[in-house]
């Protein structure tokens, strides 16, 4: 069984900024915990976010973009990536 981290973007709401950064997330960093599955990473993230809808609503294993931080955290794999999170953020934004 592989680790799991959540990973932080920020989303990109000009256009025009999104086109020259070729992209509409911008990574921030990592929360700073290894989850032992992928099911409990998003039970973290839904636990601190209630107002949103559970980071794998759509089966991405995604959240949506929180219009209030303009954050969204994804799962992924841990491979020993250093797990450094701006100190201003936290998993409930």
């Not at 990109?12 to 911008?26: H, L, P, S, W």
């Not at 609503?57 to 799962?75: E, I, K, M, Q």
């Amino acid at each position: 069984m592989s680790p799991y981290v959540l990973v932080c973007e920020l989303y990109i709401r000009d256009t025009e900024v999104a086109q020259q950064k070729n992209g509409r997330f911008e990574h921030v960093g990592y929360v700073n915990k290894i989850f032992k599955t992928k099911k409990a990473a998003c039970r973290e993230y839904d636990s601190n976010n209630s107002h949103m809808r559970s980071l794998n609503a759509h089966g991405t294993w995604c959240s949506d973009w929180d219009p209030n931080t303009l954050f969204r955290y994804r799962v992924e794999k841990y491979h020993g990536q250093t797990q450094v999170l701006c100190e201003h953020l936290s998993l409930s934004g």
